[in-house]
Antibody, heavy 121, light 107 residues
Framework: QITLKESGPTLVKPTQTLTLTCTFS??????????VGWVRQTPGKALEWLAV???????RYRPSLKSRLSITKDTSKNQVVLTLANMDPVDTATYYC?????????????WGQGTLVTVSS | DIQMTQSPSSLSASVGDRVTITCRAS??????LNWYQQKPGKAPELLIY???ILQGGVPSRFSGGGSGTDFTLTISSLQPEDFATYYC?????????FGGGTRVEVK
């Protein structure tokens, strides 16, 4: 069974940088094809794909947020870190860490419980 | 970006009903289409991937179909635990966005 857990601040001020850590178990980013990423859900319930990092170091970012986003991995610790710069109240959302298995059918087969991040002064 | 449009946005149904949800892509995504179920206060869970492949552990009353731009999620006989919100997701191109969701409510 694969489990993922998000950690980080619940409240950030506008213009600050958000740093979220995903710690996972039951999978490894040293396994071919595996990826770990982030999806957020606004209070209005819309889901938004943000970024994915793969076992080989390849990264994919949401184009509209690419200038503000960064995703990195620490394979030895089974951790993935997402940073989102210049936070704005519209970035208030629940942020989910997600697991992508290898293979030819991209999907998120396991999700973390999510962490609510509020942007407010 | 590829736009994903779900319909209806909500529906009311009774236990035992057959329910069909539609997802339409703004351009062809072949069969790069996933379906997720989300219950209140919980993370989404994968139901179906590659348009029609049932994720392990998902009941067989769920089925998916379609290719190109038009897709369906069908629940053959709605059960009490199926009242939830359902989302489609395309994984054909970046950003791999989701539809707006379909909320299935008790009639």
């Amino acid at each position: 069974q694969i489990t993922l857990k998000e950690s980080g601040p619940t409240l950030v001020k506008p213009t600050q940088t958000l740093t979220l850590t995903c710690t996972f178990s039951g999978s490894s980013l040293s396994t071919g094809g595996v990826g770990v990423g982030w999806v957020r859900q606004t209070p209005g319930k819309a889901l938004e794909w943000l970024a994915v990092i793969y076992w080989d170091g390849n990264k994919r970012y949401r184009p509209s947020l690419k200038s503000r986003l960064s995703i990195t991995k620490d394979t030895s610790k089974n951790q993935v870190v997402l940073t989102l710069a210049n936070m704005d109240p519209v970035d208030t959302a629940t942020y989910y860490c997600v697991h992508r298995p290898g293979g030819s059918s991209p999907r998120f087969d396991f999700w973390g419980q999510g962490t609510l991040v509020t942007v407010s002064s | 970006d590829i736009q994903m449009t779900q319909s209806p946005s909500s529906l009311s149904a009774s236990v035992g009903d057959r329910v069909t949800i539609t997802c339409r892509a703004s351009q062809s995504i072949r069969t790069y289409l996933n379906w997720y179920q989300q219950k209140p206060g919980k993370a989404p869970e994968l139901l179906i991937y590659a348009a029609a492949i049932l994720q392990g552990g998902v009941p067989s009353r769920f089925s998916g179909g379609g290719s190109g731009t038009d897709f369906t999620l069908t629940i053959s006989s709605l059960q009490p635990e199926d009242f939830a919100t359902y989302y489609c997701q395309q994984t054909y191109s970046i950003p791999e966005d989701f539809g707006g969701g379909t909320r299935v409510e008790v009639k």
